[in-house]
């Protein structure tokens, strides 16, 4: 089974910064790129940025330049540093592989304006 455990969502004002956590299985996390997704009621879960496992990095157009992916081997975490939040940015974000089937609870981010 392939978990992964979100954390570090909460409210912040917007113009705000958040860093969420998501803890990783050590084979996935050695092996695969580990993406962050999000999701509100209003619209499909959508991409937000990716690490793959040699350190390259990907991000949405909607966060470039305001979000930071990044990756501790040593606790085998996958960090967002999100800065400048906006309203819009309000959702439940998820860590997953790209593709992977399986998604754990998510952490939500509220952005109040």
């Known amino acids: 089974q392939v978990q992964f455990v979100e954390s570090g969502g909460g409210l912040v004002q917007a113009g705000g910064s958040l860093r969420l956590s998501c803890a990783a299985p050590?084979?996935?996390?050695?092996?695969?790129?580990i993406a962050w997704y999000r999701q509100t009621p209003k619209k499909e879960r959508e991409f937000v940025a990716a690490i793959a496992a040699d350190g390259a990095r990907n991000y949405a157009a909607a966060v470039q330049g305001r979000f930071a992916i990044s990756r501790d081997a040593s606790k085998a975490t996958v960090y967002l540093q999100m800065n400048s939040l906006k309203p819009e940015d309000t959702a439940v974000y998820y860590c997953?592989?790209?593709?992977?089937?399986?998604w754990g609870q998510g952490t939500q981010v509220t952005v109040s304006s």
């Open positions: 050590i084979t996935t996390f050695r092996t695969r790129s």
């Open positions: 997953n592989t790209i593709g992977g089937p399986n």
